[in-house]
């Protein structure tokens, strides 16, 4: 019988940085990274690593964000969280997936030994 996968239990191949959104959101209102750091109060390099996912997003700048993106900080928030969740799980999707193989390979090394 077929199991009902639950979308909560679904593991992406990629975890999403909240950066992207960043990114999105300002090529939207037409401000640069620059102007973006300005406004933030920070380097601009420092909104780079964010944009490129290298980065996080803490509480304080989460809070900034909303200042100027009008995006709510606890949605800031939640999105690292569910980025750092993410990434974890895939870890460890990736960590079983090759204990898997290694354990096939092992059962195929000892039937070839076998016969």
Do not use: F
Not at 23 to 45: M, R, S
Not at 70 to 97: F, P, S, V
């Amino acid at each position: 019988m077929n199991k009902i996968i639950d979308a909560n239990e679904l593991i992406p191949a990629k975890a999403t940085h909240p950066g992207i959104l960043i990114k999105d959101e300002i090529e939207c209102i037409g401000i640069t990274q620059k102007e973006l750091a300005l406004k933030l109060g920070i380097a601009p390099n420092i909104v780079n690593e964010l944009i490129k996912g290298k980065r996080n997003i803490t509480a304080a700048l989460a809070i900034k964000l909303e200042e100027i993106l009008k995006i709510d900080a606890q949605y800031w928030m939640q999105l690292q969280a569910q980025y750092e969740i993410q990434t974890i799980k895939i870890r460890q999707k990736n960590e079983i997936n090759k204990l898997t193989i290694s354990d096939k390979i092992k059962r195929k090394l000892l039937n070839n030994a076998a016969m």
